[in-house]
Nanobody, 120 residues
């Protein structure tokens, strides 16, 4: 019953910024992490940033210094604020909620993705 929906993608010029939003509808039980992943044509999907239930962020190298992940628990929303965008940031950005709860075990929920295109 949990649904994950991303929004906020678009076309921007190099050096511009975007805010992506990930909204999770429905109750999420157990311990979980919300992450932003991206996939460009011809490349494997890669993790960009993640955030815990308590708001502790983790960034991969491409995002460090340029992207900020944050969480609004009251709105069940995770944001990815992207600045100084580069053409190689062009990709479909996906939100995933992954976790574990007893007695059912592991779970993960993927969104459908939102397109980010950065022009030169």
């Amino acid at each position: 019953q949990v649904q994950v929906v991303e929004s906020g993608g678009g076309l921007v010029e190099a050096g511009g910024s975007l805010r992506l939003s990930c909204v999770a509808s429905g109750a999420i039980e157990g311990t979980y992490v919300t992450g932003w992943h991206r996939q460009a044509p011809g490349r494997e999907r890669e993790l960009v940033a993640a955030i815990t239930q308590g708001g502790s962020p983790n960034y991969k190298d491409p995002a460090k210094g340029r992207f900020t992940i944050s969480r609004d628990a009251a709105k069940n929303t995770v944001y990815l604020d992207m600045t100084d965008l580069r053409p190689d940031d062009t990709a479909v950005y996906y939100c995933k909620v992954s976790g574990w709860r007893l007695p059912k075990g592991p779970f993960d929920f993927w969104g459908q993705g939102t397109q980010v295109t950065v022009s030169e």
